[in-house]
T-cell receptor
Framework: NAGVTQTPKFQVLKTGQSMTLQCAQD?????MSWYRQDPGMGLRLIHY???????DQGEVPNGYNVSRSTTEDFPLRLLSAAPSQTSVYFC?????????????FGPGTRLTVT | LAKTTQPISMDSYEGQEVNITCSHN???????ITWYQQFPSQGPRFIIQ?????VTNEVASLFIPADRKSSTLSLPRVSLSDTAVYYC???????????WGLGTSLAVNP
């Protein structure tokens, strides 16, 4: 299994540009989520999904959109990038019941918005 | 939501046992305690999870006293490769309610 994969690894955007961060998992996990990690702060939940077709907002959803058309993929869209969205983004997946405390994280995408 | 408190940083030497304590005074009855490890430029990795008493796996042990207001992650005989940030999280198995603090930055010296 490849686990959780994320692309790209690095990205530089100009303010106002849009882009999509890709996330895929091959473990047939129902639950997927997006976090951002900033210096001096813990991971913060952006959006999550408990299954295909179902998404919901986390702690810091503004400026981001998600969709979940398949179990495997959970892309994160930045609609109009802002410097405040400079961060490292992690995608994670887990089972939705039972062992859902055990999240599997991707390698992260380091995004810089100028 | 249960908040956790852990030391910001710790230092150790190769071969020593390291104990990282996490305080969670307002833990709820159905909350579990979960620890993750994060290396630089990588995503966090699940280490261990427990509810009460002691849990041991191939990587670490987790000690939880009867009142469950704290927990201790024990890493036996650490090596340089154990240098990482360790996060303690408390929650009822619902990922969206877990609070990630700053974790404990462990430095293992030769």
């Amino acid at each position: 299994n490849a686990g959780v994969t994320q692309t790209p690894k690095f990205q530089v955007l100009k303010t106002g540009q849009s882009m999509t961060l890709q996330c895929a998992q091959d473990m047939n996990h129902e639950y997927m989520s997006w976090y951002r990690q900033d210096p001096g702060m813990g991971l913060r939940l952006i959006h999550y999904s408990v299954g295909a077709g179902i998404t919901d907002q986390g702690e810091v959803p503004n400026g981001y959109n998600v969709s979940r058309s398949t179990t495997e993929d959970f892309p994160l869209r930045l609609l109009s990038a802002a410097p405040s969205q400079t961060s490292v983004y992690f995608c994670a997946s887990s089972y939705s019941r039972g062992r859902d405390y055990e999240q599997y994280f991707g390698p992260g995408t380091r995004l810089t918005v100028t | 939501l249960a908040k956790t408190t852990q030391p910001i940083s710790m230092d150790s030497y190769e071969g020593q046992e390291v104990n990282i304590t996490c305080s969670h005074n307002n833990i709820a009855t159905n909350d579990y305690i979960t620890w993750y490890q994060q290396f630089p430029s990588q995503g966090p990795r699940f280490i261990i999870q427990g509810y009460k008493t002691k849990v041991t796996n191939e990587v670490a042990s987790l000690f939880i006293p009867a009142d469950r207001k704290s927990s201790t992650l024990s890493l036996p005989r650490v090596s340089l490769s154990d240098t990482a940030v360790y996060y303690c999280l408390v929650g009822a198995g619902n990922n969206r309610k877990l609070i990630w603090g700053l974790g404990t930055s462990l430095a293992v010296n030769p």
